[in-house]
Nanobody
């Protein structure tokens, strides 16, 4: 499967953005999907993940209550609704796909758990 992220941009603190990730290729449903981000000079970090059926969703504590992840397997899309954005949310956001087993866990997946990555989309939040 190939992933293509979009929807990034420059917004002010408190604003909202919706990121999308379009998938093409092999059986899209057969993956756990996730969002990660990487700020300048920092390591890539977990944001959210959703299991193949959408029944198990995990968020990083830093985005819990502000971000919502969803997937539409019929349309082969993964979305991330980001509300109440903060300057510290500024980063390149990546969508990723990993094995089904990752989505069955009750803990966030690591970068190494996901083996298919999109190209990233830049989100900049000004204060």
């Amino acid at each position: 499967v190939q992933l293509q992220a979009s929807g990034g941009g420059l917004v002010q603190a408190g604003a909202s953005l919706r990121l999308s990730c379009a998938a093409s290729g092999r059986a899209y449903m057969a993956y756990t999907l996730g969002w990660f981000r990487q700020a300048p000079g920092k390591e890539r970090e977990f944001v959210a993940q959703i299991s193949w059926g959408g029944g198990t969703i995990i968020y990083a504590d830093s985005v819990k209550g502000r971000f919502t992840v969803s997937r539409d397997n019929a349309k082969n899309t993964l979305d991330l609704q980001m509300n109440s954005l903060r300057p510290e949310d500024t980063a390149v956001y990546y969508c990723a796909a990993g094995p089904l087993t990752v989505g069955t866990r009750l803990s966030p997946g690591a970068v190494s758990d996901f083996d298919i990555w999109g190209q990233g989309t830049l989100v900049t939040v000004s204060s």
